[in-house]
């Protein structure tokens, strides 16, 4: 069973800076997509970037220019270093690893972006 456990939310003004960070247990094998997804206040949940072991990555529009998502394949972790951020950054984020069929989920970290 896969667990994934992020790390690095937190509170900060807009403009400023956060870097997220997961880390994969139980398996040995490299996993072949991981990603991050958030669920902002009262809406659904939205990708925001994933990044695969052939180092192929994909932005939401909204965070272009602004996030980037990087991974240790080795170690299976996933980062995602969030600049100049914005009040509509608020969300809780979630570190997500892709085995097909299966999809797992950590717990959510909480990002929030004072204006």
């Known amino acids: 069973q896969v667990q994934l456990v992020e790390s690095g939310g937190g509170l900060v003004q807009a403009g400023g800076s956060l870097r997220l960070s997961c880390a994969a247990s139980?398996?040995?094998?490299?996993?072949?997509?991981m990603g991050w997804f958030r669920q902002p206040p009262g809406k659904q949940r939205e990708l925001v970037a994933t990044?695969?072991?052939?180092?192929?990555?994909n932005y939401a529009d909204s965070v272009k220019g602004r996030f980037s998502v990087s991974r240790d394949t080795s170690k299976n972790t996933v980062y995602l270093q969030m600049n100049s951020l914005k009040p509509e950054d608020t969300a809780v984020y979630y570190c997500?690893?892709?085995?097909?069929?299966?999809?797992?989920w950590g717990q959510g970290t909480q990002v929030t972006v004072s204006s």
């Open positions: 997500n690893a892709e085995i097909l069929p299966r999809r797992y």
């Open positions: 139980g398996t040995r094998f490299s996993i072949p997509t």
């Open positions: 990044i695969n072991s052939a180092g192929n990555i």
